[in-house]
C-alpha cells in the first residue's frame, strides 16, 4: 500500500514558475514510476509527466515539454513537479501516481496504482 499526498499547488501569475511535491509513505517507493496527472474543470485527467523508479528516464506530454521538470528523490519518498513559464491554460487540479511497473514512464492513468488527493494550480494572466 502507498499512500501520497501532493503539496506545493497555489495561485501564480503567468510566466511564474511553482514546485509540487509528492510525499509518498511505504518502504516500496524507489520500486514504483511515478507520474504527475492534471485535470481541468470538465475536462478529462491528462499526462503530464512520469519518472522511472530509478530516475532514469522520463516521459513528458508534448504541452509542457521545456518548461516541467520531474524528479524524485528516493531517499526522502518525495517525487517533484517543476513548473516553469506557466500559462493560464495549466490551470488544473495536479495529481501524482504510483506505477507498480517501476521502469515504465507510462502515459496512461489507467497504468498507475495509487493516486494522490490533488493540488490546485491555478495560473492568472
Known amino acids: 500500500q502507498v499512500q501520497l499526498v501532493e503539496s506545493g499547488g497555489g495561485l501564480v501569475q503567468a510566466g511564474g514558475s511553482l514546485r509540487l511535491s509528492c510525499a509518498a509513505s511505504?518502504?516500496?517507493?524507489?520500486?514504483?514510476?511515478m507520474g504527475w496527472f492534471r485535470q481541468a474543470p470538465g475536462k478529462e485527467r491528462k499526462f503530464v509527466a512520469a519518472i522511472t523508479w530509478s530516475g532514469d528516464n522520463t516521459n513528458y506530454a508534448d504541452s509542457v515539454k521545456g518548461r516541467f521538470t520531474i524528479s524524485r528523490d528516493n531517499a526522502k519518498n518525495t517525487v517533484y513537479l517543476q513548473m516553469n513559464s506557466l500559462k493560464p491554460e495549466d490551470t488544473a487540479v495536479y495529481y501524482c501516481?504510483?506505477?507498480?511497473?517501476?521502469?515504465?514512464?507510462?502515459?496512461?492513468?489507467?497504468?498507475?496504482?495509487?493516486w494522490g488527493q490533488g493540488t490546485q494550480v491555478t495560473v492568472s494572466s
Open positions: 501516481a504510483a506505477n507498480f511497473r517501476g521502469s515504465h514512464a507510462d502515459y496512461d492513468p489507467g497504468d498507475y496504482d495509487y
Open positions: 511505504g518502504r516500496a517507493f524507489s520500486r514504483y514510476a
